[in-house]
């Protein structure tokens, strides 16, 4: 019972964690828009969901006794930090656009509301659905 509430929780588990990732990585990169050679990362975050949901990012431990439990990587872990292509580099070797950078920022944090909101109200359903009628 308990495996499968967390398995119809797993993929809003994973897409929380990843929009949280990518979330640090723009603020980093917000953060350090006036450092010298800073070049913006970010990540692709459909690929990464993707490849999170379809269990081809999990790290698998080898078990060697049947007494051994399974562990799997970090769900919402992003592996493939890429370089941001910039439009107009800045003199220093900075690559962060400030403009660019907000807009993903605030796209980034609709959309970790928006799945959150669609976690919550997963878990409402599933909670409605175990409790008894009266």
Excluded: W
């Amino acid at each position: 019972m308990i495996d499968k509430l967390s398995a119809s929780l797993d993929f809003y588990q994973q897409a929380l964690g990843l929009r949280h990732q990518r979330q640090q990585v723009l603020a980093a990169n917000i953060a350090n828009a006036d450092t010298p050679h800073y070049k913006a990362r970010d990540f692709d975050f459909a690929a990464e969901l993707s490849r999170a949901s379809d269990g081809s990012g999990d790290l698998r431990l080898a078990t060697t006794d049947k007494g051994h439990i399974a562990a799997g990587g970090s769900a919402g872990s992003a592996s493939n930090l890429l370089y941001r292509v910039p439009d107009q580099p800045s003199l220093d070797g900075n690559t962060v656009d400030m403009n660019r950078e907000r807009t993903h920022f605030a796209d980034n944090s609709v959309r970790y509301q928006s799945a959150l909101t669609l976690a919550n109200a997963r878990i409402q359903g599933l909670k409605s659905a175990m409790q008894s009628e009266s």
